[in-house]
């Protein structure tokens, strides 16, 4: 008979770091959001004051602006790379020549820092001086000012993130696919079923659980998206996301209150946004059990 | 023959007695930091010329002198500032010794967040340098001191924004005859901000016509980045009049309804301006802050713009980094009526004297070797040849040294304006909360460049943000 608390003993070292390093902080934030904090202001210490920065954010603006940017952002980065890991993913199933070094090729955005990441779509898009708006204007025509148009800031960063992230999808979606058993696939094409029956009926709910996991990972990825995007844009109009706009309301701004209630917030959606696409993807109602 | 060997007696006389000199010098700096020797202090700035050469000269000559290590991190303008609040704020020790930017200085103060150097020297005198004399610093000095005359940063760069232009250009015949046929006046750097408008519109033109990689005129406009606010708030607005960010800190307001004036119509003027020379700038404007500003001239992308002093030297002198070496005209900004009369009277300003010092926080658990540092940093034997690299002078003496004198002619005469004209400019306002409230300005100035905003609608909705933002600081009304 196992004893219960050699478990708990090889699990104490991961529950103690967890413990200090996850919940601890956590509850100093939910804390520290109840109160006004900056420490610029005349009285810079923590004055309790209750639900006023949770009302505070309802009206504010600049936070909302935030979160629709935040959501465009994702919807357009994680569809994109859904569908291009997914690809990917199918193609590599098969044997096709170079594809050793494809796949090295193409898992390479993986291994750089996001930072790094950042730099590098500075350097190819910033006006006057970057290759893409060069070749665009000179060959296209086309003016391509991420300075000045939110909106190319905006699908600049979805390019950027797709880059990034796409292999880490295909990767994944590799991983299930190859997990797929090859019986019920075959059984649909000896009863007749065409390529798309087989995806639809066969294949896509083999892939339910690793695309869900995926699309969770992305989705927190996505909001939480701060370094890349403050490298390439600095955080300015197209691209001042919710990541960004805690980062300059805690930070610049010192509003320590604030920020952590914008924070609370948004863990609280992210989290509320992963239970309703559970539901949507798994299709499981209340009380079933899996 | 006789003669000669007198004459070869002497200056071996005088070389050693130069060298013994030397010695007793660097002696005094080794057995002052004997007890030290060995600890590593750490300290954080912005990367800006004259911190790079701290970082790659100073920090490994005084190491030698000493034996004390030093590590210096140079990183972007934001990083330094969260870097350093948050090291200060929770007490936790990181730095040794923290760039203190004018602007900030009133907020730190307000924390209490830095050592009273004057103080601490005077507590620990064998630790005093007699190379180093807080007098001999330039008056800009007198922001980092308190209501007592203490010094809590010793200076280390300090320099104006001013207003460069290409002199390749502006005394190109061919191009003065054309501008001269085309405007009915002759071509020379902008005095007034009709010829600054016309000079933009021409070159830009100009560059256009001869297919060259040219405009007009700089724009600091990062719809990214706070840079936007400060050239409008520091650069520009105070050219037009626009003094103070147009807070009343007395009435605690930056409304024209209660005492303000960052929605008056001189603010309104100013923006309106700033703006309007967008079309006339290269097209990385609206990602440019300071640095790629300078950059951008350096590049010889701009004929005229409004270029931060700390790079002129740069940009006029390095022929690996500059294209217009040779070629870079200093003058004054360009002023409306009355402003310059205003700053002679001690009445306001024409542009923003810029600067920082270094400066030890409470936290630091190393006082005593960062005391030595600064002190070393701010004697006047590393002055010149650091405001040669970087273009900052914060010694009175530095102004009148060999090697600045030669070097001024190569920068067109830049430290004799900053030396003579340094007091039309001044550093930023007194304020506790500095960039808490720029913070709110930022995203209207951004909008205002994207064209989202009128100037009038974005300063509206700007001054009104501000006093909300003052009344929950508890600076308000």
């Known amino acids: 008979m196992r004893n219960p608390r050699v478990g708990w003993a090889l699990l104490s070292p991961t529950l103690i770091i967890l413990l200090i390093f996850g919940f601890a902080p956590f509850l100093y934030v939910l804390f520290v959001g109840f109160n006004q904090w900056n420490v610029f202001s005349a009285d810079d210490g923590l004055v309790f004051n209750g639900l006023d920065n949770f009302r505070r954010l309802v009206f504010d603006d600049d936070f909302l602006h935030s979160v629709g940017l935040t959501a465009r952002f994702a919807i357009f980065a994680i569809g994109s790379e859904v569908v291009l890991g997914f690809v990917l993913a199918q193609m590599l199933t098969r044997d096709f020549p170079g594809k050793s070094l494809f796949r090295i090729i193409h898992t390479f955005p993986l291994m750089v820092a996001p930072i790094a990441v950042g730099a590098i779509w500075r350097l190819l898009v910033i006006p006057g001086f970057g290759p893409v708006p060069f070749f665009l204007d000179r060959y296209f025509d086309l003016t391509y000012q991420i300075g000045s148009y939110p909106d190319q800031a905006l699908m600049t960063s979805v390019l950027m993130d797709i880059w990034h992230w796409t292999p880490f999808v295909t990767l994944t979606m590799l991983a299930g696919l190859s997990s797929i058993p090859r019986e019920p696939v075959e059984q649909a094409k000896v009863d007749g079923a065409n390529r798309l029956q087989v995806f639809w009926y066969v294949t896509l709910p083999f892939l339910r659980p690793v695309l869900l996991t995926t699309v969770f990972i992305r989705i927190m990825d996505a909001i939480r998206t701060v370094d890349e995007v403050w490298m390439l844009a600095g955080g300015g109009p197209g691209t001042r996301f919710t990541g960004i706009y805690i980062w300059r309301v805690v930070f610049p701004r010192t509003d320590y209150g604030y920020g952590s209630s914008i924070s609370l917030i948004t863990l609280y959606l992210t989290i509320v946004l992963c239970w309703l696409l559970f539901i949507a993807i798994s299709g499981r109602r209340k009380g079933e059990v899996e | ?477």
């Open chain 2, 1 to 477: 023959m006789k003669k000669c060997f007198t004459i070869v007696l002497l200056i071996a006389f005088a070389l050693v007695a130069n060298m013994s000199l030397v010695s007793a010098d660097d002696m005094w700096w080794a057995d002052a930091a004997a007890p030290y020797a060995g600890t590593t202090i750490r300290g954080v700035s912005e990367s800006t010329p004259p911190s790079n050469y701290v970082a790659d000269v100073l920090a490994a000559q005084f190491t030698e002198l000493t034996g004390i290590n030093v590590e210096f991190e140079t990183t972007s303008w934001d990083q330094m500032y969260s870097k350093a609040i948050n090291d200060m704020e929770a007490n936790t020790g990181i730095y040794d010794f923290v760039y203190i930017e004018q602007d900030i200085i009133y907020s730190y103060l307000a924390q209490d967040y830095l050592v009273n150097l004057t103080q601490f020297a005077a507590d620990n005198m064998d630790l005093a340098s007699a190379d180093y004399d807080e007098m001999a610093f330039t008056s800009f000095a007198d922001y980092f001191k308190n209501a007592d005359g203490d010094l809590f940063g010793v200076p280390m760069e300090a320099f104006v924004k001013v207003y460069l232009y290409r002199k390749d250009l502006f005394e190109d015949a061919d191009i003065m005859a054309a501008f001269e046929e085309e405007y009915g006046y002759p071509l020379a750097p902008a005095e007034n901000f009709e010829q600054y408008a016309d000079n933009a519109m021409f070159f830009t033109a100009y560059g256009e016509m001869m297919d060259m990689d040219l405009w007009g005129t700089t724009v600091q406009g990062s719809t990214g980045h706070p840079a936007s606010t400060y050239e409008f708030l520091e650069s520009i607005g105070p050219s037009f009049g626009l003094y103070n960010w147009g807070i009343n800190l007395d009435a605690g307001s930056a409304q024209s309804a209660n005492g303000g004036a960052l929605d008056g119509d001189t603010a309104v003027e100013a923006l309106s301006f700033w703006l309007s020379m967008l079309p006339y700038a290269p097209p990385e404007a609206t990602s440019s802050t300071w640095d790629e500003v300078a950059s951008s001239f350096a590049a010889g992308r701009a004929a005229q713009g409004w270029v931060y002093g700390e790079n002129a030297a740069w940009i006029a002198t390095d022929e690996s980094r500059s294209a217009v070496t040779g070629n870079v005209g200093v003058r004054l900004p360009v002023t409306a009526p009355g402003v310059i009369e205003a700053a002679q009277m001690g009445e306001g300003y024409i542009g923003y004297y810029d600067g920082g010092a270094f400066g030890i926080p409470h936290s630091s658990r190393n006082k005593e070797a960062t005391l030595l540092w600064l002190q070393f940093i701010g004697q006047p034997a590393v002055q010149a040849e650091w405001a040669a690299a970087g273009a900052r002078i914060t010694h009175t003496a530095t102004f009148d040294d060999p090697l600045i004198a030669e070097q001024d002619m190569k920068v067109d005469g830049y430290y004799t304006l900053l030396e003579e004209q340094g007091p039309l400019f001044a550093g930023a306002p007194p304020f506790p909360f500095h960039a808490q409230v720029r913070e709110i300005i930022d995203p209207f100035i951004q909008r205002a460049i994207l064209g989202e905003l009128t100037p009038a609608d974005a300063l509206s909705q700007a001054a009104m943000a501000v006093d909300e933002e003052l009344a929950r600081l508890g600076y308000g009304m």
